[in-house]
């Protein structure tokens, strides 16, 4: 028994049909996803400038080198150094001519804060949780990396002792702060 010429043109209608939804099913699979906005971030959260402030331990580090910082300088209890050798001694509100960095309330972040050693994934918890991250909200941090002049820092280091501009973290602020706000809209989610 033959099928009928109707019954032969449904099934071929079904089957491009079929491989129709297939072919976009497989284009759709090898789009190539979004990255995580937060995986760039990490890029300048992780660069010295930064990771000098938010070390683990007590001792700021210096340098794209991250040493420990001369003088043997300390954390202190509320993160601005030890009595008698507060960060305020020497670090003003910009930069200055004979090398120190400068910036309105210079200090160490709280040791929640540290970020030494930790992977991508790890930082991205930390950064996002309040109870680690001095109690602020994604909509918060945004502003920190925004307008924060301590953080802005790490875009205009200055000049080191010898005289010689220092490495600035690798991305443009602006992109950085869209990258943030990416992130933020996200609702923080980590790689």
């Known amino acids: 028994m033959k099928p009928s010429p ?40 992780q660069h010295p400038r930064c990771m000098n402030c938010h070390p683990r331990d007590d001792h700021p580090r210096q340098g794209i080198d991250r040493h420990l910082h001369t003088m043997s300088i300390t954390r202190g209890a509320d993160n601005q150094g030890a009595i008698g050798a507060r960060c305020s001694a020497c670090h003003r509100d910009e930069n200055n001519d004979t090398g120190v960095p400068g910036a309105p309330h210079w200090h160490l972040a709280p040791a929640s804060m540290g970020w030494q050693g930790l992977s991508v994934t790890e930082l991205c918890n930390t950064l996002k949780d309040p109870k680690l991250n001095g109690n602020r909200s994604l909509a918060q941090l945004v502003t920190h990396m925004s307008e924060d002049k301590l953080v802005l820092w790490g875009w205009a280091p200055g000049k080191d002792v010898e005289g010689k501009d220092r490495e600035p973290v690798p991305i443009p602020h602006d992109e950085v702060v869209g990258l943030v706000k990416a992130w933020a809209a996200t609702g923080g989610a980590c790689p």
């Open 6 to 45: 109707r019954f032969a043109f449904g099934g071929a209608i079904a089957a491009a049909f079929i491989l129709s939804a297939l072919v976009a099913s497989r284009q759709a699979d090898s789009q190539p996803a979004q990255p995580n906005p937060f995986t760039k971030i990490a890029t300048v959260l």
